[in-house]
């Protein structure tokens, strides 16, 4: 609850500034012609409201969904919760873990190999496929031995369950991700006015 009001201060100071940035936009196109575009001229209108889904569509918005949906199942699968482990559990723990290594062995095969697929086509790891790809494989690892880990013990009895896990994980991260629509909007019109 504490993170979420400290969210929602953060998401009514962003929303003032960009109403402050729109007047200050147009107040200073009025004195300073060509180095700042307004936002509200019939270009800046456009351009808000044409560029708004592709302003918005940013990695980072990915990485925070997926995120999220590893975060629920992990939280939900009860794979770190301090308790006495059942033979069931312990069971499961210890399949988890084999699956989290052999997930683990296939991605470093896949960038320390000759010629490996995730790598630059400098042989570099950064930046490569792998770099951009390393919050979703992350996600994946996570989500995947979760999943195994939840199934096995039966925390999760179902799939229906391991989905739910991914609804609860979103529903967390809800202000999370009001807080990035506001933060992206005034940045990219930041970047609209003065460049």
Not at 35 to 63: C, D, H, N, T, Y
Request: charged fraction near 10%; aromatic fraction near 12%.
């Amino acid at each position: 609850m504490r993170l979420n009001r400290i969210i929602a201060r953060l998401v009514l100071v962003l929303l003032i500034a960009q109403l402050l940035l729109v007047f200050l936009s147009w107040l200073l196109s009025a004195t300073l012609t060509d180095a700042v575009r307004p936002l509200l001229s019939s270009e800046g209108i456009r351009w808000f409201l044409g560029q708004f889904s592709v302003m918005l569509l940013k990695p980072q918005l990915i990485w925070l969904i997926l995120l999220s949906m590893a975060g629920g199942c992990v939280w939900r699968s009860g794979i770190f919760r301090p308790s006495r482990l059942s033979f069931r559990r312990q069971s499961a723990l210890r399949v988890s873990f084999l699956v989290l290594m052999m997930l683990i062995t296939i991605v470093a095969l896949l960038v320390m190999t000759p010629q490996a697929v995730l790598l630059s086509s400098t042989g570099l790891l950064w930046p490569s496929p792998f770099s951009r790809a390393l919050v979703p494989i992350l996600s994946a690892l996570a989500i995947i031995t979760s999943s195994c880990y939840g199934l096995l013990s039966r925390t999760f009895t179902s799939m229906y369950d391991v989905f739910e896990s991914f609804r609860i994980g979103l529903q967390q991260a809800v202000p999370l991700l009001i807080l990035y629509l506001f933060a992206v909007t005034f940045y990219e019109s930041c970047l609209y006015v003065f460049l």
